[in-house]
């Protein structure tokens, strides 16, 4: 991998984490929570979290699979096995919420969801311009 490609990744990245937080915290606020509950560790997770999705997604949308789908799948199983037992560790240090599988299943689907969504209608843009 060249250094472009290797900036692009990390712009990317720091671009989808910003996002997320910023969106946490409206959401936070919206709801009466002035401060983050759980404090600096939840940042930390949320990047470790993130870092995990989107190194999978990198590494599966250049594996030589077809169809595409099956390329987002075997991406997506192990990634969000290492998800849950990044929180299970995570239960070693603080005690969790109740809903915290799930709430990790449905965020890291979603996400990786909207990744491949994205990702595929890029690669159909791409098969669809006519050669110069």
Known sequence: MNIKKWSGV????????TVITLLSSVLYLANGIYEDPS???????????LLIGFTAFQLCTGLPVKPLFLRYVIAYVPSQLLA??????????????K???RDIWINFTGLFVLF??????IIHQKNKKPAP
């Open 116 to 121: 491949c969504v994205i990702n595929t209608i």
């Open 39 to 49: 404090g600096n560790w939840h940042e930390l997770d949320r990047a470790i979290i």
């Open 10 to 17: 990390i712009t990317a990245y720091s671009i989808v984490y």
């Open 84 to 97: 849950f037992a990044y929180v299970w560790f995570s239960g070693l240090r603080e005690a969790l919420a």
């Open 99 to 101: 809903t915290a599988y």
